[in-house]
């Protein structure tokens, strides 16, 4: 006994040592390492826990770290300085306000579907965490290694939708079956360019795979630059259109019209209260984040650092920080733009993304055969068809979206 | 013991059945589609269990069939419910003894 | 046009985010509890009444006319005169209550007096806990002194101090033209 | 067979049962979606991955939305006569779908039939292959067919002209 245990301490300050040195790898190796002390017929199930354990507790805080900042960075935008009372700088706002949903009293509406009111949430959470397992975070990072992984990922946010109106229906409520109603539209019709902007990059790759997709951006063009899909031209063209999709996915602003507090109070959370109203809260941020990983997974490359001799920090540091950076775009987005009607938001997404991405994956097609070229200036060559392929087309579909009417200058009796 | 093969094909006979006796004993036009649904879905259960299971290996046509099969059922799916909205429109009912204007 | 709009707000609400930290112009958020912002010369509350002198029971200016209580509007005033033992009625009012919840800050009770004894306060911060009870102002709670009218609004207590003592002035140079115009008749008399 | 399958199997029949014998419709189609996801579940058990996520990809995301938004569109009107189903109708057709059910197991195990063991897995690449050339042909008229349904759907649903909405 004696013998095995120290045997055991052994092993773990080899492992630990090992993950000191090689920080890159420190999850994978500590991971391996825990998993070797169950014995052989658990370790499957406990390799899985353990993932399970380390994506919930990391995007759980990045949850409440989201909505400080989102609090906060809204509050610097509308020049005040957001909260600032619980702890320095009111960075244990999130405590508070989840002590605040835990304490509330849970109300089910009298006739409302009592088990469908409770199912809808529960699903709605476990969807969302269940698009995180197929994102690779870092370097031999990814949860799952599934082949066709991107699949996964829209299958598991379909199931969303679903829960979506399940949450609308149960509540029995007009402004609920409204809001629900709004979603399902608006998501069904977003999924369609989401889907075909994230198609181009694999078609490039011929992979649904993430980790392969992501392995395919590593390494620099002319030494400097790095092989991400933004910087080619249908990249770009697809990652704009991605992220527009991925803010209707995701119900943010300026896509939240089912949510729209001014005519549909809270559109399908009307009727939810306390832990429930957390657990939407939580599914919206959770999405908000898979989301973005996808973009960064599909077109900034992962988790490859962006120049070279930056090489040595850790991978899952430059994921998490292009992470970051995507969320506090949403979050900056938010605090800009206006809410779009219902009727532009359709005619964004089937008269100008749909029929772009689809241009936008001919060109992908272009660019793939177009690789083969080897005359001098091959490479302005290839981005200049390209850039024109795209931008004529751009022109006249924003053009047929913008409105034709002139406004006349408004004038106010009483002001001024 | 039964085999995972038999298994399978009991399931898919299972879920027909469940799907047939929808279709029979209901009498609301939607139900009677997703009655359908269930034996269309019965049928890929037999083409996956018969991709799996089956002798002849290295061939796709069981997976290839069931992906054919989704594809034409969600287009029987969408066009048989704008069916029932079109008939509901003009009997505002959605049962199917109440549609039998149609004499011959 | 083609979504350069959106480019262009971006940048304004960067700038914006950017300046909240720099520019102490822009940002104008006050920490209330610790931090109150200095209000208006003419805000006004709620009223109270005004005393003379440091006895708030003697000193105070209502005379129980009941003109206030007649023209307040949501009718939260209630006056009761004083009486002496004989049941002459005294110029002091028994009882004065105001009830805070129904008034409205009309601030008509403050025109209409004749005496200048109700001025309107500058005091919001009223919360309390129990609904009816607290909110009721009685006589004791509502009398605040002349010093008090005077450092919460200046110009009008300066301005009322004015025609107050312009009054009294007139009123006793009133007493001494009647006792003069007495005492030259009561001089005349004997003659 | 294993205790997935059976949990697998459970899921699959309760679900099916389920969105054929409520009386709710919503509640039938969600139970039609239940039973999907548990059709996903066999299909991933039996390795065909592809399958599976189309099948939640399709069913679940797409056909059990517009069966709902069909159910939600056609609402009997208020106070209008219930539909009275005789009960020898559905007894019949219990009875005809169990006779059915009787004979098609009898059948399956009365086959001899031997189980390939071992895994069998299929990839996307390689399903992408047999797409592009040996089912390059049904891949086409399945394309024609869904454009056809797509339209055919959206003039059968659409108001004619003149009638005013509904």
């Known amino acids: 006994m004696n013998e095995l245990f120290s045997e055991w301490v052994r092993r773990a300050v080899e492992t630990l040592s090992e993950m000191l040195r090689n920080p890159d790898q420190a999850p994978v190796v500590g991971k391996a390492f825990i998993v070797s002390v169950f014995p052989e017929f658990l370790q499957g199930v406990v390799g899985a826990f353990i993932s399970i354990a380390a994506l919930i507790s990391v995007f759980g805080g990045l949850f409440a770290l989201l909505t400080l900042m989102e609090r906060k960075g809204l509050g610097r935008i509308q020049n005040r300085p957001g909260p600032n009372r619980v702890g320095p700088f009111g960075i244990l706002q999130p405590v508070a306000d989840g002590l605040k949903m835990l304490t509330k009293e849970d109300i089910v509406p009298f006739r409302a579907d009592a088990f469908l009111h409770f199912i809808a949430p529960v699903i709605l959470v476990m969807m969302s965490l269940l698009t995180l397992a197929v994102i690779p975070y870092g370097r031999n990072m990814a949860p799952i290694e599934l082949d066709s992984a991107l699949l996964f990922f829209f299958a598991a946010g379909a199931c969303t939708e679903l829960a979506v109106f399940l949450a609308g229906w149960a509540s029995r409520n007009k402004y609920s079956l409204l809001g629900a109603m709004r979603a399902i539209a608006q998501m069904i019709s977003y999924e369609l360019p989401l889907l075909l902007a994230s198609f181009s990059a694999v078609l490039l790759v011929g992979s649904l795979s993430l980790v392969s997709i992501v392995d395919s951006q590593g390494g620099f063009m002319l030494g400097v630059l790095p092989k991400w899909n933004v910087l080619t031209p249908w990249g770009f063209v697809g990652f704009i259109i991605f992220m527009i999709g991925a803010f209707a996915e995701s119900n943010r602003s300026p896509f939240d019209l089912p949510e729209a507090e001014s005519e549909l109070i809270a559109g399908h959370l009307t009727e939810y209260s306390g832990f429930k109203y957390a657990l939407f809260f939580m599914a919206e941020y959770i999405g908000m984040l898979a989301i973005s990983g996808l973009a960064v997974t599909l077109f900034l490359g992962g988790w490859h650092a962006p120049v070279p001799f930056l090489g040595w920090v850790p991978s899952y540091c430059w994921f998490f920080a292009k992470l970051l950076t995507l969320a506090c775009f949403f979050i900056w987005v938010r605090a800009t733009l206006p809410r779009l009607r219902a009727d532009q938001l359709m005619a964004l997404a089937w008269k100008c993304l749909i029929p772009l991405s689809f241009i936008n994956l001919g060109v992908t097609v272009f660019w793939h055969y177009s690789a083969a070229w080897s005359f001098a200036m091959a490479l302005p060559a290839r981005w200049g068809i390209a850039f024109l392929a795209l931008a004529v087309p751009y022109t006249f579909l924003a053009r047929q979206l913008g409105t034709k009417k002139t406004f006349a200058r408004r004038t106010y009796r009483f002001a001024e | 013991m039964i085999q995972p093969l038999h298994a399978c094909l009991i399931l898919s006979s299972l879920l027909f059945c469940i799907g047939l006796a929808g279709v029979l004993a209901r009498h609301n036009t939607i139900l009677m589609l997703i009655g359908v649904e269930l034996m269309l879905n019965a049928a890929n259960v037999n083409f996956i269990a018969f991709w799996r299971y089956g002798a002849w290996a290295g061939q796709s046509a069981g997976v290839m069939f069931a992906i054919f099969s989704i594809a034409v059922a969600a287009a029987e799916i969408a066009v048989g419910l704008a069916l029932v909205i079109l008939i509901f429109r003009h009997v505002r009912t959605t049962s199917i003894d109440r549609v039998d204007g149609m004499k011959g | ?191 | 067979m294993s205790i997935s399958f059976i949990i697998i199997s459970m899921i699959i029949l309760l679900g099916a049962a389920a969105a054929v014998s409520f009386s709710n419709l919503i509640h039938c189609a969600l139970s039609l979606a239940v039973a999907m996801v548990g059709l996903a579940m066999l299909y991933l058990h039996l390795g065909a991955e592809f399958v599976g996520f189309t099948q939640v990809l399709v069913y679940v995301g797409a056909v059990s939305i517009v069966v709902l938004f069909a159910i939600l569109l056609t609402r009997p009107a208020p106070f209008s006569p219930g539909v009275h189903v005789p009960w020898h109708g559905r007894v019949t057709g219990i009875l005809v779908a169990g006779l059915v059910a009787g004979m098609l197991v009898g059948a399956v195990l009365g086959t001899p039939l031997t189980s390939h063991v071992g895994q069998r897995v299929i990839t996307v690449k390689q399903i992408g292959m047999e797409l592009m050339t040996t089912y390059a042909a049904p891949l086409e008229i399945v394309g024609l067919l869904l454009t056809a349904a797509l339209m055919g759907a959206v003039i059968l649903a659409a108001p004619e002209n003149g009638e005013k909405k509904p």
Do not use: W
């Not at chain 3, 046009?1 to 940002?27: E, H, P, Q």
């Not at chain 3, 708030?56 to 006319?65: D, E, F, N, Q, Y």
């Not at chain 3, 307040?72 to 009625?89: A, H, L, M």
């Open chain 3, 1 to 191: 046009m083609l979504g350069t709009g959106i480019i262009r707000g971006l940048v304004v609400t960067a700038r914006n985010f950017l300046g909240s930290f720099y520019d102490r112009r822009r940002f104008v958020t006050v920490f209330y509890p610790e931090q109150k912002v200095e209000m208006p010369e003419r805000f006004r509350s709620f009223p109270f009444l005004v005393y003379d002198g440091e006895d708030a029971v003697r000193g105070l200016r209502c005379v129980a006319c009941k003109i206030c209580e007649k023209n307040c509007p949501p009718q939260c005033i209630y006056i009761v005169q004083q009486r002496d033992e004989k049941g002459k009625p005294l110029k002091h009012p028994a009882v004065f209550d105001l009830d805070i919840s129904v008034c409205m800050s009309c601030g008509i009770c403050v025109e209409v007096c004749p005496f200048d004894s109700i001025k309107m306060d500058k005091v919001f911060e009223v919360a309390e806990s129990a609904r009816f009870e607290k909110l009721l102002f009685g006589k004791a709670a509502l009398s605040k002194s002349n010093a008090y009218y005077r450092s919460v609004s200046p110009a009008d207590a300066g301005e009322t101090d004015a025609r107050l003592e312009e009054e009294k002035k007139a009123a006793a140079a009133k007493a001494q033209a009647a006792a003069q115009k007495k005492s030259a008749a009561q001089a005349q008399e004997p003659q």
